[in-house]
């Protein structure tokens, strides 16, 4: 039972909790009754501006006008109006008002903010105003709390409830995720034409190279996942567009209190499952979240397989011949499985695995700290810049003639013979053993025209040469027994001819790294420090992802006309200016000065995370045991 100090403290909470709900309503009861629009005039409603004194200077009040004849369906008055619409648009903000909460900073002339009150009724549940604010929430990526309290902070009245949001969400989700099919079409059809204009079309069939992978709204490690929703997007490797993506959720609130209730659910927008776009939904799936990698792989891949183009294309059919992804096999296995679920004719030939280059890089830089770690070695013994100098070389060699048409390197063995022995001279190279370097002379670097670069410092015959390891001397094989030989190994597991065979492409998993941030950092409301699978939040900033990758910024505007809105004047410009920003950052991130600037940022970002000043030491197991309740030193 609980005490009565404990009852007394409830019903003292219940009381403040009383006063502050009449508080609220009589607010909103004492707000002006809107005026008819005929005879409003927004510039009236501050007919005495009050001067702000701001550094002692008067600065007048300049309200901004505000569009009254969009709430001329929506204004009913105070005392009669029900949550949904918009009540009313007098109240002002002026200078003089703000100018104490600045407490003598700088500011700006007083810009006049409307008062608005979004309430609900059934005939104007869908008002243009009321559908604006979801489209905003979801393409800004804001939680309904945090614009509740972005626009009371503004003076603005703000009311809606909970299901009413869902309503609106659910009613502009519909139109993206039919925008987001409409949109990976249009780029599969782009995508077939570039591709048979290139010359990869066998019997009227296009032969796509696509790279493929998935994301996971919360964190999770290389084997645990615990993510309740994910993501697998195809991106195509010419035009870098989204082909196709598949969209799981493994949450379902009426679904699962129909299931415990024993009955049916009522019809709904259902997310559970797996739902495809520009490919079939299926809701009976119900794996793991480590699964939805392999699954979405194979339902994008039948996906491009079962469209069929149109007449005045001179082919049919498009399926996939590569695909770039992880080391993960579990996808090219799932996707080639005779007995899986992707039909045999978009597996025979089977589809070429290629690896992306990226990956790969850091599982080599991985291998070689865990060999540090196992064999327990410290000091300058394969050291991080020790393991930097074999990776970066490690990336080099592989790169120096994929791509490239260069005398005598025509077939595709010819390079992978030269890259195997090229990486493996690598290490012979650091351990100087030997000194006359004549390997290095062998594998230098091939140039289109014939030439050779020698990347071998020994070579150039420069007096004050330097190797580019500790102390810019070669590593000593005898002074730590099995470091030559451990090192050796590590690179033969990735000199391997098949290793190699992966990586003669040009594609790369860039793409969809970027579009996986594209969907936490810019649409999803909390990012990963939550789940987000609930009532379609996760899919629907998927959908937005798909659209703005595939049209640009603009697409808010189509939105905005399929959902029977005019687009606001504002947006427009917003829209272009952030798609020339994009464009120009995308261009400036393949120049030279552009890479030159991300790798200074790598290097500098050690020294920027050194202390400065007294550092405070972290928590650590019994370093309080000694201290009393203020924290002094007890002797």
């Known amino acids: 039972m609980p005490s009565k100090k404990s009852k007394e403290k409830l019903e003292a909470k219940r009381l403040r909790a009383a006063h502050a709900r009449d508080a609220r309503l009589g607010a909103t009861a004492a707000s002006p009754v809107a005026l008819p629009v005929a005879a409003t005039n927004v510039q009236e409603l501050d007919t005495h501006e009050t001067p702000a004194l701001i550094d002692a200077v008067p600065v007048p009040c300049s309200p901004v006008p505000f569009n009254v004849t969009a709430f001329e369906e929506a204004a009913p008055t105070a005392a009669t109006s029900e949550p949904g619409c918009i009540v009313s648009s007098t109240a002002t903000i002026s200078s003089a008002g703000t100018n104490r909460a600045l407490s003598g900073l700088r500011a700006k002339p007083g810009i006049a903010f409307p008062s608005l009150c ?20 979801q393409n800004a990526g804001l939680a309904p709390a945090k614009v509740e309290k972005f626009l009371t902070s503004l003076g603005i009245n703000y009311s809606m409830y909970r299901s009413t949001q869902s309503t609106l969400h659910k009613h502009v989700g519909k139109e993206i995720v039919a925008m987001a099919k409409e949109s990976c079409e249009s780029a599969v059809i782009e995508e077939a034409i570039a591709t048979k204009d290139s010359g990869a079309a066998t019997g009227g069939v296009v032969q796509l190279h696509v790279s493929g992978d998935a994301a996971w709204p919360n964190r999770g490690s290389g084997r645990s996942y615990a993510s309740f929703c994910g993501m697998f997007v195809l991106v195509g490797a010419l035009r870098k567009s989204i082909l196709s993506a598949s969209i799981f959720d493994k949450m379902c609130f009426t679904c699962e209190h129909a299931e415990k209730q024993k009955r049916q659910a009522p019809k ?16 009976d799936w119900r794996g793991s979240s480590k699964a939805m990698e392999a699954e979405g792989a194979v339902m994008c891949v039948k996906g491009i397989g079962a469209y069929t183009f149109c007449e005045p294309c001179d082919f049919s059919k498009a399926r996939v011949s590569k695909f770039t992804s992880d080391e993960d096999s579990n996808m090219i296995s799932a996707i080639n499985d005779p007995n899986g679920d992707v039909p045999a004719e978009l597996r025979d030939p089977p589809v070429e695995k290629n690896s992306d280059p990226n990956h790969l890089q850091k599982l080599f830089y991985k291998a070689l700290e865990n060999l540090r770690v196992e064999k327990k070695w410290t000091g300058n013994i394969l050291s991080v810049n020790v393991i930097k100098y074999f990776n970066k070389l490690y990336r080099y060699v592989v790169k120096s003639t994929v791509g490239l048409d260069i005398p005598g390197f025509e077939a595709d063995e010819e390079k992978v013979e030269w890259i195997s022995g090229a990486l493996m001279n690598i290490v012979d190279h650091a351990f100087n053993i030997d000194p006359t370097h004549a390997a290095c002379r062998r594998y230098r670097c091939p140039l289109p025209d014939g030439s050779f670069h020698p990347w071998c410092g020994v070579e150039s015959q420069k007096p004050d040469w330097k190797i580019h390891l500790p102390g810019g001397k070669f590593l000593d094989r005898t002074a730590t027994p099995g470091y030559y030989e451990g090192v050796r190994d590590v690179m033969a597991r990735f000199a391997k001819k098949e290793v190699i065979y992966k990586q003669l492409h040009t594609s790369d998993t860039n793409t ?34 798909i659209v703005s990758k595939n049209e640009g910024h603009i697409y808010r505007q189509e ?58 030491a972290t928590y650590s197991t019994g370093t309080d045991l000694d201290n009393d309740r203020y924290g002094n030193k007890v002797d």
């Open 118 to 137: 979004f309430k609900v009724s059934p005939e104007n549940k869908f008002h243009e105003v009321n559908v604006l604010h979801a489209l905003g929430e």
């Open 559 to 616: 939105l905005c006309r399929r959902l029977g809105i005019d687009p606001p004047p504002s947006m427009s410009p917003l829209d272009s200016a952030m798609d020339e920003k994009r464009e120009a950052a995308a261009v400036a991130r393949r120049t030279h000065a552009g890479k030159a600037r991300r790798l200074q940022s790598r290097l500098e970002k050690p020294s920027r995370n050194e202390a400065v000043g007294k550092v405070q």
């Open 512 to 545: 969809n790294e970027s579009i996986n941030g594209m969907v936490v950092k810019g649409y999803l409301p909390g990012g990963k420090a939550q789940q987000n699978g609930q009532s379609g939040v996760y899919g629907w900033a998927c959908c937005h992802t």
């Open 268 to 283: 709904h927008d259902c997310w559970r499952g797996a739902r495809g776009i520009f490919c079939e939904d299926n809701p």
